[in-house]
């Protein structure tokens, strides 16, 4: 059994933004990002009826190894409380307007529980997500453009988390992503995407930290269609199983891992 947390921001699914959320968001901003979430929400409900998160988790609770847990911002403790955390075997995370509201001491507190070996797996707009860009120490920077047409290449056809997925996957809308994608060198590159822009994107990358394994996958933006895609739940699932933990490391410290966010190279 692999217990899954899959936690996401939720702003822009229920069209609110809070203000008690981003304290230190400037008013102009808050107005900014107030609009544009109300202004996806009916999109998003078009496209998913059941929600961007509540689609995928209905596809992943398909898995009999998988207990999932659905949290977001909204819920106590920014939705991860420490006993949540010290039971999750593997974080899914999914946020995009909310970023900056993750407070440092929870981004730090993953961090450090994947170094102990929890398995870490970020969707899409998590490029820029706190624990992510802290694990790895970079900005996460890239380009994007909104709905292009897609091409995901398996380019690492023997890796756990490619089996049973075709040499390439069309999705006819997806945001556009492309590098230079500012990360470190992943441990393994699984897939490339192309779009009609030309551009090229590294979109499933592999890394371990200490003990844990982290696993990014860049389809996923809240307008498009793709957690509908049988092809990307299966990669989402099947990264879930390769990021699992194998063993874990209760007084395992690194200190010669990142673990301030003032040493992330901005
Ligand atoms: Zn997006």
Request: charged share 25%; hydrophobic share 35%; with cysteine.
């Amino acid at each position: 059994m692999i217990r899954v947390t899959i936690w996401y921001e939720y702003a822009q699914e229920i069209g609110v933004l809070k203000r008690e959320m981003v304290p230190g968001m400037s008013d102009k901003d808050f107005e900014f990002f107030s609009d544009f979430v109300k202004s996806r929400v009916e999109r998003i409900k078009e496209v998913y009826p059941k929600g961007l998160i509540g689609t995928l988790s209905e596809a992943l609770e398909k898995d009999p190894e998988f207990r999932i847990t659905l949290t977001n911002i909204y819920e106590k403790d920014y939705g991860l409380p420490d006993e949540l955390l010290e039971n999750t075997d593997v974080l899914v995370w999914w946020s995009h307007v909310l970023q900056d509201a993750v407070p440092d001491s929870l981004a730090m507190k993953i961090v450090k529980r994947v170094q102990k070996g929890m398995g870490f797996v970020a969707l899409h707009s998590a490029h820029k997500s706190k624990p992510f860009m802290y694990l790895l120490g970079t900005s996460g920077t890239l380009k994007w453009r909104e709905d292009d047409f897609c091409r995901v290449w398996t380019v690492n056809p023997a890796h756990p988390i490619a089996q049973g997925i075709p040499e390439m996957i069309e999705l006819q809308e997806e945001e556009m992503y492309g590098e230079p994608f500012d990360v470190p060198k992943p441990d393994d590159n699984i897939f490339i995407s192309w779009y009609r822009g030309g551009e090229v994107f590294r979109s499933g990358c592999t890394w371990t930290r200490g003990y844990g394994k982290i696993f990014y996958f860049q389809p996923g933006h809240e307008t498009s269609p793709n957690y509908h895609n049988p092809y990307i739940q299966k990669i989402i699932g099947q990264g879930i199983h390769w990021a699992a933990p194998t063993v874990y490391r209760e007084n395992f410290d690194c200190p010669n891992i990142l673990t301030s966010p003032e040493s992330l190279c901005k």
